[in-house]
């Protein structure tokens, strides 16, 4: 069974994530193989939220070299999670 721990893995802090802070929105890593319905459901049950919208993107995985050989990281998922309208997820 998936939890919502399984789907939400982390939340992301970068400059971008920190600006949009006050517009309520919020990025997170998820799973790659999860949904909008179910990065909704779990950030709601998670953070004990509301949530808005939800819009996702798969980031590709970067070139990364090792010796002489040249590699590639796996892709992975972020998630911009829109709150509504008095609700905050709190970072501390």
Do not use: C
């Not at 949530?51 to 892709?75: H, L, W």
Request: overall charge positive; proline content about 2%.
């Amino acid at each position: 069974m998936i939890t919502s721990y399984d789907i939400i893995h982390t939340l992301l802090r970068t400059e971008k994530g920190i600006t949009l802070e006050p517009k309520r929105q919020y990025f997170f890593e998820v799973a790659k193989f999860s949904n909008k319905v179910q990065i909704k459901k779990a950030v709601e049950e998670i953070y004990n939220v509301k949530v808005a919208n939800v819009n996702t993107q798969v980031a590709p995985g970067k070139r990364r070299r090792v010796r002489k050989e040249f590699g590639y990281k796996s892709d992975w998922k972020k998630a911009v999670v829109t709150l509504r309208e008095g609700n905050k997820i709190d970072i501390t």
